[in-house]
């Protein structure tokens, strides 16, 4: 049997393709649950308000399925997994869509979502509450921690590390046997060549270090994907 899903924080546009992805695996959310801020859900009918949630109403929506956040930022994703613990509620298992090519050495962290037409190499491992948006690639024996967020058609190949928080833009592609530190940065469509430090960014092709406003960017947890 598939497991049940609770979409949580759905204001991201994002949340579309978790729909899709349910409905793919002839799944409906149990539920979507919005954080003060306009739904972006395709079916409005299961949008529940947190802050009108008693605690009882909340106990009984997390005994019946786990939750998944709903954003491309991997910061707020952190704000909305904290949010969703602190009130009780506990992680579903990875949501992976069928159309994504997935080996059977491949290990997922809780609350993870690996959108549709992304492929994965054998012996590699992701994290809990990752994102691995569509079309991306991901070679064999890489390692990727909590809360990295993968764009679109983003290329890994073999052997990279990726700490945990890291984003790596739409495009992207980085070359074998790379680190990337917790908390770095790749711009879209860059190519790197070389490690990344802790919270460091590159962007260009090859890739170089850069300055990142994070206060400013959509990286923020006040950004709007």
Do not use: W
Not at 57 to 63: D, V
Not at 111 to 123: C, D, L, M, P, Q
Not at 131 to 149: K, P, Q, Y
């Amino acid at each position: 049997m598939q497991p049940g899903y609770i979409l949580f924080g759905v204001r991201s546009p994002l949340v579309v393709e978790y729909e899709e992805t349910l409905a793919r695996l002839e799944q409906t959310p149990i539920a979507s649950v919005n954080i003060n801020n306009t739904p972006r859900v395709l079916d409005h009918s299961r949008v529940l308000e947190f802050d009108s949630l008693s605690q009882q109403e909340r106990e009984q929506l997390a005994a019946r399925a786990g939750f998944i956040t709903c954003a491309f930022s991997s910061l707020r994703r952190q704000q909305l997994c904290q949010i969703a613990t602190e009130a009780g509620f506990h992680p579903a298992e990875a949501l992976c869509d069928p159309t994504a090519v997935l080996p059977r050495s491949l290990r997922v962290g809780s609350g993870t979502f690996i959108n549709a037409a992304a492929v994965v190499g054998s012996a590699t491992f992701i994290g809990a509450h990752s994102l691995i948006n569509r079309a991306v690639s991901i070679g064999h024996h890489c390692m990727l921690g909590d809360f990295v967020s993968i764009g679109p058609g983003a290329t890994l190949a073999s052997n990279i590390r990726v700490g945990e928080g890291a984003t790596i833009g739409v495009g992207a592609t980085v070359v074998p046997n790379i680190s990337i530190g917790q908390n770095a940065v790749v711009g879209a469509g860059s190519l790197v060549r070389k490690d990344i430090p802790d919270n460091g960014f590159v962007a260009g092709n090859p890739a170089v270090e850069r300055h990142l406003d994070r206060e400013r960017s959509a990286l923020n947890t006040s950004g709007e994907e």
